[in-house]
């Protein structure tokens, strides 16, 4: 077993939401596997995920043991039998069919159109100083700026809390966010795929790139109440203006248990593709601290259909099937010690090795893509009763 990933105790007891005493009555119950070493008791990453995926059969779809439970009515995505809809269709096929634009037009309620979003200069410049300002070239932290900026620069009815301001904002977000993403010193009239094909490659796009991030951005656009699209809903429910809801939102968004997961999924997926073998590739590093990345959702059962269409189309970037390659290694020794499937962050890795595109992308596309989502969710919320999203806190102390 010393070739497979390993978690120390308190990493496992973490995993699994419980201490450490509770951790060795598995152990003593034949229910998980202890390694001895000189460091102190050790166990197998992925007989741990096996483990935790079996506590949650019996429980209701999206629900943890332990966590309170909120049910909120909504009408832009639904998840059925494994697979995913938005507004009643078929999100593969209308991400098939539309572009982008188009999707995030049609999820607003807005005319059907495929032109670029534009934003006038004044606001251009508004997100572009504060961007700027970040130090180094972390796209989310530059796109968490810019949507400062943007708010700041807004006044009046467009900070108010009505659905129309909501779509404003997600208007000009969608022409600002791709554009300091790269540092772009001006704003050609792109689309937000073709935008971000420049600036995440660093080189001139092709159409075959810019197909297939046009299709991961449109997948990326909504999937249930995750954090931070209940965030922006909280954010949203006391009246913050759409800015500041969607800032809510990629604060909840920055975390390396929902929107960055990708990133990891990237440094594991290049060594299998680099020729390491998956276990070794999993052991390496801190791959496992929060589950395998890339694999797993609390939702599906079996594989993440976005995951699949993704990776469908990445055919047409790798042209020696290396990345698929890699993918389909990685994926059979996790399914077969796990019993996990790819989700959608191994699939934005996949498309981060095909598209020779930088590590951070799966992140940037996956984030500028649930835009679109998080306004349509604060669009709804404002007509709403406000307020109504405060919990009431139940007092366990002295």
Do not use: C
């Amino acid at each position: 077993m010393d070739d497979l990933p390993s978690l120390t105790t308190a990493e496992t007891a973490a995993r699994l939401g419980v201490k450490p005493a509770s951790l060795y009555a598995y152990v003593s119950r034949g229910l998980l596997t202890r390694m001895r070493t000189a460091h102190g008791s050790r166990f197998d990453a992925l007989e741990v995920e096996r483990f935790a995926r079996s506590r949650r059969r019996a429980d209701p779809v999206g629900v943890v043991p332990g966590s309170p439970l909120m049910v909120l009515d909504t009408d832009i995505a639904l998840i059925e039998d494994g697979n995913l809809y938005f507004r009643g269709h078929d999100a593969l096929e209308l991400t098939r069919e539309r572009s982008f634009e188009r999707l995030a037009r049609w999820i607003w309620g807005q005319p059907d159109s495929a032109a670029p979003f534009v934003v006038d200069s004044d606001a251009w410049d508004a997100a572009r100083s504060l961007a700027a300002a970040v130090p180094g070239d972390a796209a989310l932290t530059r796109m968490r700026a810019a949507v400062l900026g943007l708010g700041a620069h807004a006044a009046g009815a467009d900070t108010a809390a009505t659905p129309q301001a909501a779509v404003r904002a997600g208007e000009r977000l969608l022409a600002v966010l791709p554009r300091v993403v790269g540092g772009s010193a001006g704003f050609a009239e792109e689309s937000v795929a073709k935008t971000l094909a420049v600036a995440l490659s660093g080189r001139e796009s092709t159409p075959e790139l810019v197909a297939v991030m046009d299709r991961a951005l449109g997948l990326a656009i909504d999937h249930d109440l995750a954090v931070s699209t209940l965030a922006a809903r909280v954010a949203a429910s006391a009246r913050s203006s759409a800015y500041a809801s969607v800032s809510a939102a990629l604060a909840a968004f920055d975390s390396p248990l929902h929107g960055t997961v990708s990133r990891d999924a990237v440094v594991l997926l290049r060594r299998v593709h680099a020729g390491q073998s998956p276990a070794r590739a999993l052991r390496a590093g801190d791959t496992a601290r929060f589950g395998i990345p890339g694999f797993g959702h609390r939702i599906y059962r079996g594989p993440d259909p976005r995951a699949l269409a993704i990776l469908e189309d990445i055919a047409a970037l790798d042209h020696d099937g290396s990345v698929r390659g890699a993918v389909a290694q990685l994926s059979a020794a996790v399914r077969d010690r796990a019993g996990l499937h790819p989700n959608i962050d191994l699939a934005l890795a996949a498309l981060v090795l095909a598209g020779g595109l930088r590590d951070d992308a799966g992140v940037v596309l996956f984030g500028i893509g649930r835009v679109v989502g998080w306004i349509a969710h604060i669009a709804d919320e404002y007509q709403r009763a406000p307020m109504r999203l405060r919990p009431q806190g139940r007092y366990t102390g002295p």
